[in-house]
Nanobody, 114 residues
Framework: QVQLVESGGGLVQPGGSLRLSCSPSGTGFSIYPTGWYRQAPGNQRELVARITSGGDANYADFVKGRFTISRDNSRNTMYLQMNSLEPEDTAVYHC????????WGKGTLVTVSS
């Protein structure tokens, strides 16, 4: 059974930083694209960033220059470094594995507030 587990969320002040991590169990992920999505209350889930197995990344316009997606295939872990956080970044952040039907983690809550 494939499961994805996110960690690293929390409460941070505007302008602060957080690093999210995602690790799968039941599968490796080195050959599959993976990504981070977020969902704020009342909003649809939206793509934040995506990275291929070769390390090519693309970002939503609203995070370009602030967030960095990366992966360590040897540790079977994906990261999202989030800098210059804004209150509008408050959401539950989910990792996604593009294997077969696709797999989602349950998410980690990021709250940006003073």
């Amino acid at each position: 059974q494939v499961q994805l587990v996110e960690s690293g969320g929390g409460l941070v002040q505007p302008g602060g930083s957080l690093r999210l991590s995602c690790s799968p169990s039941g599968t490796g992920f080195s050959i599959y694209p993976t990504g981070w999505y977020r969902q704020a209350p009342g909003n649809q889930r939206e793509l934040v960033a995506r990275i291929t197995s070769g390390g090519d990344a693309n970002y939503a316009d609203f995070v370009k220059g602030r967030f960095t997606i990366s992966r360590d295939n040897s540790r079977n872990t994906m990261y999202l470094q989030m800098n210059s956080l804004e209150p509008e970044d408050t959401a539950v952040y989910h990792c996604h594995l593009e294997r077969g039907p696709g797999y989602w983690g349950k998410g980690t809550l990021v709250t940006v507030s003073s």
